[in-house]
């Protein structure tokens, strides 16, 4: 009995046996979804491009540096952080929310299409409206989240220093 016909015979006993197809975000049916890190994240984007704001920039070759350097972390961490926004709504779009979550909610899909592109406008630009916005949308799903598991949510004042709101379970 060789090798490969162990595996041959292992593929036929799995192809007989039911299948069960899992969702999930984690390629794992844990069953775990939250906005939660997608508003934690549009919040970080808010609070970097207060940040960039508020430097100082004087014409002195070590302010220069420092400046620079202080651009390029800022930057960075914004950067990270609108990837997140894409990745966690991606997982919620496509892993969560089923079709019967968009008929239910007309404007999700619309809503995870803007957020999307708020998230690629805010990397691109130095744009406080546009983070704004895009933590807006990034609640409005958080809502359709909660609704969507029969769940109640409110809007609370975040403790975080952009001084804004966050969706959360009541």
């Known amino acids: 009995f060789s090798y490969y016909n162990f595996i041959a015979m292992l593929s036929i006993i799995f192809k007989l046996l ?6 999930a975000h984690c ?9 939660h890190q997608a ?5 970080t984007i808010i609070r970097m491009t207060q940040m960039m704001g508020e ?3 004087e014409d002195n070759i070590e302010s220069k540096r420092e400046f620079a350097s202080q651009i390029a972390r800022i930057t960075h961490v914004k950067e990270e952080h609108g990837h997140l926004v ?6 919620l779009g496509n892993d969560y929310f089923k079709e019967e979550h968009y008929s239910q909610f007309a404007n999700l899909k619309e809503l995870l ?15 406080m409206d546009s983070a704004k916005e895009l933590l807006e949308t990034v609640m409005q799903v958080a809502e359709i989240f909660y609704k969507s598991k029969g769940l109640e ?14 969706v959360v379970q009541k």
């Open 18 to 23: 039911p299948q069960k197809i899992a969702y």
């Open 86 to 91: 894409e990745d966690e709504l991606g997982t």
């Open 113 to 127: 299409e803007k957020a999307t592109n708020l998230s690629v406008k805010v990397r691109q630009n130095i744009d």
């Open 39 to 43: 508003q934690l994240a549009a919040h």
């Open 55 to 57: 430097l100082n920039y």
């Open 153 to 166: 949510s409110a809007r609370v004042k975040a403790p975080y220093p952009t001084g804004l709101d966050i």
């Open 27 to 35: 390629d794992i049916p844990c069953g775990i979804y939250d906005p």
